[in-house]
C-alpha cells in the first residue's frame, strides 16, 4: 500500500512540476483587467471601418484576417512608479517565453516596444504588439485573428494609415495611446 502511495504522489509531482508556473498573457490580462492602474479593453475589428477604405487585395485580405483587439494599458503617475516597474518586468517574462516569435523591435520618440506572434509563419493566429515609456506607462495589444500572414502585419498598418483611423470607440485607452 505504501507503495502505491509513493507512486500515485511520485506522479503528482513530476505532474506538477511540469506545469508552467509562469502566468500566460491571457491570465495576465484577466488579472488586471479589474486593477485601477490599467485601462483595459476588448474591440471587434470592425471597430477599425475599413468598409468604405480603398484597400489593395493584399490590405483587404490582411484586414479580414482580424476578428478583435484586446488592449491593456498601464498609466504610469507618480504614486506608482513601483507598481510600473514590477508590472513592466511580469510583461517582458511573458514576452521572453519560447512560444512568442520575435517579428520586430520598435524604437519611436514614444518609447520602446516590440512586435511578437504566436503560431505558424504563415498562419498566425495572435500578435502581441508591446510598448513602454517611462514617463506615460506600457501598453499591451492582442491583436487576434485567423491564419494571419506575418506580411500581413504591414498591410493592416498601411490600411489603418489609409483609413485615418483617430482612436474612435476606444475611450480612455484611445487617449492614452494617443500621446
Sequence with gaps: ???????ILAGMAIVLASCSSQQSLQEYYVD?????????????????KMDGVDLTPTQKEAVESLRKF?????????????????EKKKVKEILKGDKFVELMKINSKYGKGVIKYLGDEDAIDEVIIYGDSDDKGFALVRVLGKDMNPAHIMQLMQAIQKSEYKGEGLGEIGDFLKG
Aim: proline share 5%; charged share 25%; aromatic share 8%.
Design 32 to 48: 488586471n483587467s479589474e486593477n485601477p492602474n490599467f485601462l483595459s479593453i476588448d474591440v471587434p475589428a470592425s471597430i477599425l
Design 70 to 86: 484586446n488592449l491593456l494599458a498601464f498609466k504610469k503617475n507618480s504614486e506608482n512608479e513601483a507598481e510600473f516597474e514590477m
Design 1 to 7: 500500500m505504501k507503495s502505491i502511495i509513493k507512486s
